[in-house]
């Protein structure tokens, strides 16, 4: 599975069979429970804390409106989780996906290197920061593909893209992280 | 499941289970904006069924009271006048059915004898008998007359009943004019000229949980679509209103979609068309109310879609084209062939020696999406729409081998 359901099934149920009835009281609920894990999912598709909780709201306003399509199928958080991401991506523009760095039209992929231990030292809130510093085209590849889980042929779908730019937006993403972590381990030291 | 390299691997887990608490107006700006929101519109395909299934019904169950009785009797009683052949010599001539009599109670009182008439007994039709059923305005309508005539002159004249099996040659050049039982059913050709203006509604829906929200997304966007089309039918029809039509359809769609981005300086525009090409085959049944004749046609269409031009918008809100025959175009939509089903109400006036003009308002709905089979949306579509043009008979009416 995707995504984790950190709600039991039971108050899962619950909630869902409330905001069917549009009941304001479990809107709410759900509101509450989720909001905070969600608010992540979009900051890390949002360039500040502002747009994230724009789309948040918009993300929220979907949810409850469109209530009925959840058909139960994967965990709600996974559905709510979907509906961000893609709320988040129809205010991108698709020529992010056009952006190059100086330096690294050439990164080959390398998934298979260890990474150095300061690596998983970071907090989460600074690898929250070194994903939204990244360009928007970079950013919402790496997010797709290496934390939501989305495949290449579904990210082309969903961005209009070819699979080819894809690839390359992820490799040039990782490259870019890699290369602002261990920057600013220099700086530290 | 994807390669993930450590680097996702870190990212991933850390932030899987992170959280952050957005401020704390989010939900009251949430109920404001969702108390805002339209009620959700009526489909606009849902006026044009609704209509077209109460006109059906109407129809359906208004045949025999819009017929008076007392027509029905008189025309029974004055039938006879038309009748064409009558017995040269001897035999006993039954009296005219008295009026309100049934035809099953005069099958009774006289029965049938078949060939019990020599074929010397029968005498050829004067000029004026085939004035009378040649001249005629609307010879639809005095056909079923003397059809309905000549089954009171069966039970009237039963010693003429089957004479057609012994028709001597110098009667054979009126076969034409014979009353309809003698012979095999009399057909009727017919050409039909149309344009329609149509609405298209199209309905998409997401493969995979994935889309869901896209699709929702492009449904609210792409809502209406108008098509403009041309169709020529050929048809065959009985004199008791069933009819058999087919020929060809020429369609295309235009869509014009309007994305408003918020805060940005101007609106993005996109004029979309898709072209098809149909082949109809479909099946009429009519009756005639005064000069009125209306009826349904229910029949399929089979369909090729081709040539599609223009974008679309993507989930990140930017312009995708899709056109067929750019290379290099997303092949959201390839040249399929399919199928459509149809309903419409037919309904037609004589204007002219056998011209109609028509009016058919209709409802299709075509079975497989118009969309490419590996799209991640389906995309189906329903038309309604109103058919206009002319109905011209050719010839005077015939009989299939």
Redo the contacts between chains.
């Keep these: 599975m995707r995504y ?1 359901n950190i709600a039991s099934p039971v108050e899962d149920n619950e909630l869902i069979q409330g905001c069917l009835r549009q009941d ?1 009281k479990y809107q ?1 609920a759900v ?2 429970h989720y ?3 969600l ?2 999912v979009s ?2 598709y949002a360039r500040h804390r502002m747009e994230a ?1 724009d789309i ?2 918009d993300a ?3 949810i ?3 209530f009925d ?1 959840f ?1 139960g ?2 965990s709600l958080e996974g ?1 709510m989780r ?2 961000v991401v ?2 988040a ?7 992010s996906f056009s952006n190059e760095i100086i330096g690294l039209e050439t990164a080959a992929e ?6 150095p231990s300061v ?2 030292q ?1 907090h ?1 809130e600074e ?2 920061q070194l ?1 939204q510093q990244l360009p928007d085209g970079y950013r ?1 590849v ?1 997010n797709m ?3 939501e ?3 290449h042929a ?1 990210i082309s ?4 893209i070819q699979e080819s730019t894809s690839r390359s937006q992820l490799v040039k993403a ?1 490259k870019m ?2 290369s602002q972590i261990l920057e600013s381990q220099k700086v530290a030291v | 499941m994807n390669p993930k390299s450590p680097l996702d691997e870190l990212f991933r887990r850390k932030l899987s289970h992170y959280e952050v608490t957005p401020s704390d107006d989010l939900w009251d700006n949430i109920q404001l904006a969702r108390a805002k929101k339209p009620s959700p519109r009526i489909p606009f395909w849902a006026p044009w069924l609704f209509t077209s299934l109460c006109l059906a019904t109407l129809i359906y169950f208004s045949h025999d009271y819009l017929i008076p009785e007392q027509a029905k009797s008189t025309s029974l009683e004055e039938k006879p006048l038309q009748v064409h052949f009558t017995p040269k010599t001897g035999g006993e001539i039954p009296t005219p059915l008295p009026s309100g009599k049934t035809r099953a109670q005069s099958k009774k009182v006289a029965p049938i004898f078949k060939n019990s008439l020599p074929p010397q007994a029968a005498i050829i039709p004067t000029n004026d008998d085939i004035d009378q059923v040649t001249n005629t305005a609307n010879i639809t309508d005095q056909m079923e007359q003397t059809e309905q005539a000549s089954e009171s002159t069966f039970t009237s004249f039963p010693n003429i009943a089957t004479l057609d099996a012994t028709l001597p040659h110098e009667l054979s050049m009126y076969s034409e004019l014979l009353p309809v039982p003698f012979k095999k059913k009399l057909w009727f050709a017919k050409i039909d000229f149309l344009l329609s203006q149509d609405f298209v509604h199209s309905s998409l829906t997401s493969k995979t949980p994935l889309f869901d929200v896209y699709s929702t997304l492009r449904n609210n966007q792409e809502d209406l679509k108008v098509s403009n089309s041309f169709a020529v039918r050929m048809g065959i029809s009985t004199l008791k209103g069933w009819g058999l039509r087919s020929g060809i359809q020429y369609s295309r769609m235009s869509q014009t979609l309007t994305l408003i981005i918020p805060d940005a300086p101007h609106q993005t525009t996109s004029k979309n068309t898709f072209e098809t090409i149909d082949i109809p085959l479909i099946l009429t049944k009519e009756q005639s109310f005064g000069k009125l004749r209306a009826g349904f046609s229910l029949g399929t269409y089979l369909n090729m879609a081709f040539n599609q031009k223009g974008s679309f918008y993507s989930p990140g809100g930017s312009l995708i084209e899709f056109t067929s025959s750019k290379p290099g175009s997303y092949p959201a939509f390839k040249n399929r062939l399919g199928a459509s089903l149809y309903s419409g109400i037919s309904l037609s006036i004589p204007i002219g020696n056998s011209l109609e003009f028509i009016a058919e308002p209709y409802v299709r709905s075509r079975i497989p999406a118009i969309s490419a089979e590996d799209y991640v949306l389906e995309q189906k579509i329903w038309y309604g729409g109103l058919f206009i043009g002319f109905r011209k008979q050719i010839g005077k009416g015939f009989y299939l081998p």
């Design positions: 984790l304001r709410e509101f509450r909001a905070g894990k608010m992540v900051l890390r909780e948040l709201q929220f306003i979907r409850f409106d469109h399509q058909q199928k994967g559905w979907r509906i893609n709320t991506l129809k205010n991108i523009d698709k020529k390398d998934t298979s290197g260890a990474l690596f998983s970071l989460e690898l929250l994903i919402i790496f593909y290496a934390i889980g989305y495949s579904e779908a969903l961005l209009g990782r992280l890699q």
